[in-house]
């Protein structure tokens, strides 16, 4: 019979439905029973795409005689840490308070009837093996010192989540102001970078888009001009690996060497869309058109693949498959071997296998150290160029087979749409159709903001996941910030004042329910949340930035758009709050460092007043729009005020305004370019 999770939307919860395990969703029927039955609670989060995370459901979640044990002992609830961030950040700071700053997913913890943690762990096995101790044995153990020894365990949770809703320790020292906190970011990412291969370290490697954004703002610095290489550089590495779908486009989640060869391969929405706007920012910086290309290309993966009948955008697409074996493993939908390559191309195979390096004996060794017999990954040279016409159409034609073949099976789609993830994407399309004239990529972003705003904020109250219909969960400081990001990004490829309204509302929206007016910074969940033992901020910029560090960019901006100093205050609330523990490792605050930059400014406004087109051969709008368009300027932000008359620029750095000019040049050399 299936268990409690049929009724719930989450795919990945959905999953476990089957389970022999008695899983239970999040909330308080759960603690209540444990509370009646007077057990402890252990509490599975995970995702779809967690690779281990399917490893551990089916070697002990859907094993009957490991959930017999578990059924015995506790109350058991599973949660997407997708659907509920809230729940996931507070249990991930318990394991990493309780492992020695190490954690992950799946995420395994203990919990009394008040919630706080007394034990915690990620992956464990069914048995004990290679000296880690296996669920048959750790449960009967953590069973009978509840029941013989309960005193110690709740000594243990009040103490871990004292330490959980502890304030953060600052580095101490003064806050740094922007341009050191960025120039001490650069030079710490500078002694990390890999020279030969980009990135930063030796393995895993992760793409993390936003240190690329910072590393591009420093390239007009005239001490610091290998910044812009550093990016450049890393972003193709990127692209010619593995990492990368040579097939259908769109990154994988990170590399498991040092070569960007080896991914681990599920695709996720928030990967795409900092690394489109990442994209384009070096487009925008170099010159280049290789980025503008592949940018396109990802953009080509979310419209294809990710984009939901209503304009919103799906999470993810997961790591596994299904294998001509019939085995289910990492990565089986992507790999190929040369045999494969010849049987689905035939005689137009040559090109293709050589250009993406596939061997007959096999071209990678997996993250375990073992070589698989033939398989492939398909990627570029280092110094190759990215594929010509030619190879195009063999590329094309694999992208088919591969899709149409009944011997691969395509991995999972998880299909909840998150406010945060979304937000990104707005951004994300809003970015590249500036920088690249591409209107599409506009209605794109416009799209996905009016579900946003409408079919994802029942009496104007943003949500953050939505499935089929169903919404779910009150949104929190990511999904704000998130989204009013994406609407600034759409105003400035707009100029249209709806967008910046919205983006005003929302920030209202947060400060009223988030920001901590004492302290400064915003909590992750609204003033009025229950449910956890604690209230947290978060700060730092992982996988994606933290609501934080968005929203000191978001205030800066806004707070020059709107001339309202308020905001303004508010940002400098957020860099005082964390400025000071960011200045200990400034590259792990790689947006903090970007926001703070741009609050200490100075920060320029362009507002462009006339008529577009303007028909009396001067000068119109969109041309003095467009010449902006098309430079990275982060520290500049556009108004348009359309008026029957020649167009002119007015100019304002910091409180100055310089006399309106009324020629393109004249307006970039206001702008000292």
């Known amino acids: 019979m299936p268990n409690r999770l049929a009724n719930e939307q989450s795919p990945y919860l959905r999953k476990h439905a089957e389970n022999p395990v008695d899983w239970h969703p999040w909330g308080d029927e759960a603690f209540e029973l444990a509370r009646r039955e007077d057990k402890p609670v252990f509490l599975s989060i995970g995702y779809t795409t967690c690779h281990w995370c399917n490893v551990m459901e089916e070697e002990s979640f859907s094993d009957p005689e490991a959930a017999a044990l578990l059924n015995d002992a506790f109350i058991n609830i ?45 992956y464990f096995p069914k048995v004990s093996r290679e000296g880690q101790t296996g669920l048959m044995d750790m449960v009967p153990r953590i069973k009978y010192i509840w029941l013989n020894d309960r005193e110690s365990l709740l000594r243990s949770s009040a103490e871990i989540t004292r330490a959980i809703g502890a304030p953060p320790e600052e580095a101490g020292g003064d806050i740094p102001k922007g341009a050191e906190l960025a120039r001490a970011a650069y030079s710490e990412l500078e002694e990390s970078y890999d020279s030969e291969y980009g990135g930063f370290g030796m393995a895993p490697k992760f793409p993390t888009p936003h240190m690329l954004m910072l590393l591009m703002r420093r390239q007009g610095k005239t001490e610091e001009r290998r910044a812009l290489d550093m990016a450049a550089h890393t972003l193709r590495a990127m692209r010619r690996g593995g990492m990368y779908d040579q097939l259908g486009g769109g990154f994988h989640r990170y590399s498991t060497d040092r070569k960007w060869l080896v991914p681990h391969f599920e695709k996720m929405l928030y990967d795409q869309s900092l690394l489109m706007m990442a994209l384009a920012e070096a487009r925008l910086a170099t010159g280049e058109q290789e980025f503008e290309r592949v940018a396109r290309e990802v953009a080509a993966c979310l419209l294809r693949d990710f984009i939901s009948p209503e304009g919103a955008f799906y999470s993810a697409w997961g790591a596994d498959s299904t294998d001509a074996s019939g085995k289910f493993r990492e990565g089986a939908f992507y790999l190929w071997t040369k045999a494969g390559v010849r049987e689905a191309l035939g005689p137009e195979a040559d090109g293709l296998i050589a250009s993406f390096n596939i061997k007959p004996e096999g071209n990678f060794t997996d993250p375990f150290g073992e070589a698989l017999e033939e398989e492939n990954i398909l990627h570029l040279s280092p110094d190759a160029g990215l594929p010509n016409e030619s190879l195009q159409e063999a590329i094309t034609e694999l992208y088919e087979w591969r899709g149409r073949h009944a011997s691969r099976v395509p991995p999972e789609l998880d299909d909840k749409v998150l406010a945060d993830w979304n937000g990104l994407a707005i951004a994300a399309f809003a970015k590249c159709g500036r920088a690249f004239g591409e209107p599409s990529y506009i209605d794109v972003a416009r799209r996905a903001a009016e579900f946003l705003l409408n079919d994802m904020s029942p009496g104007g109250r943003l949500m953050h996941r939505w499935h089929s219909g169903h919404i779910m969960v009150d949104a929190n400081c990511d999904d704000y910030a998130f989204l009013i990001w994406g609407l600034i990004e759409l105003h400035q490829a707009t100029l249209d004042e709806k967008w910046l309204s919205e983006a005003r509302r929302l920030t209202g929206e947060l400060m009223e329910g988030f920001h901590d007016p004492v302290d400064g910074g915003f909590w992750f969940t609204h003033a009025g949340a229950r449910g956890l033992p604690v209230r947290r901020k978060e700060i730092y910029d992982g996988a994606t930035p933290s609501g934080n560090s968005v929203m000191l960019m978001n205030l800066a901006r806004l707070g020059r758009l709107l001339g309202d100093s308020a905001l303004e205050d508010a940002a400098r ?49 969109r041309a003095m729009l467009g010449a902006l368009s098309g430079r990275l300027l982060p520290h500049v932000v556009v108004r348009l005020r359309l008026k029957e008359q020649p167009a002119v620029a007015h100019v304002c750095t910091g409180r100055e305004c310089l006399p309106p000019v009324s020629g393109i040049e004249e307006m970039l050399a206001s702008l000292g370019l």
């Open 78 to 122: 599973k949660v997407d840490r997708e659907e509920r961030p809230d729940v996931d950040a507070v249990y991930m700071a318990a394991c990493q308070i309780l492992n020695s700053g190490r954690g992950g997913w799946p995420l395994s913890i203990f919990l009394d009837h008040e919630r706080r943690p007394f034990f915690a762990g990620t």
């Open 573 to 621: 609330g957020v860099l005082g709050a964390f400025g000071s523990r960011a200045a200990g490792t400034p590259s792990a605050y790689s947006m903090l460092a970007i926001g703070a930059e741009l609050l200490d400014g100075p920060m320029t406004e362009v507002t462009i007043e006339g008529r577009t087109p303007d028909s009396d051969g001067g000068y119109d709008t």
